[in-house]
């Protein structure tokens, strides 16, 4: 049974930078497809980015793109995101997801398995 666990959340002012970390227990494949959501209080879950294998490509919602970056390490069962410039409409939970065989990208539907969250919030 896969399990996902993040951590690396907290409060941060804008401008500034967070790293986020899934730790994968449990057998996934390595070269499948993971990717971190979030969701804003009150709002649905959206797709923040996505990466298939390791890291041979990469999906970005139109938002974080040239400021987040998403990388795997398989050697260390673990997902990261890297969270730069960060603003308070980057305030939300974050999960960490991994895809069911067969398809990638930033819809929920491709996904099966979730973690329980961290909470990122960005104050002005």
């Known amino acids: 049974q896969v399990q996902l666990v993040e951590s690396g959340g907290g409060s941060v002012q804008t401008g500034g930078s967070l790293r986020l970390t899934c730790l994968i227990s449990?057998?996934?494949?390595?070269?499948?497809?993971m990717a971190w959501f979030r969701q804003p209080p009150g709002k649905e879950r959206e797709g923040v980015a996505a990466?298939?294998?390791?890291?041979?490509?990469?999906y970005y919602v139109d938002q974080v793109k040239g400021r987040f970056i998403i990388s795997r390490d398989n050697t260390k069962n673990t997902l990261y995101l890297q969270m730069n410039t960060l603003k308070p409409e980057d305030t939300a939970m974050y999960y960490c997801?991994?895809?069911?065989?067969?398809?990638?990208?930033?819809?929920?539907?491709?996904?099966?398995?979730w973690g329980q969250g961290t909470q990122v919030t960005v104050s002005s």
């Open positions: 997801a991994a895809a069911s065989p067969g398809g990638c990208g930033l819809s929920r539907n491709f996904y099966s398995t």
């Open positions: 449990g057998y996934i494949d390595s070269n499948g497809c």
């Open positions: 990466v298939y294998g390791n890291s041979l490509k990469t």
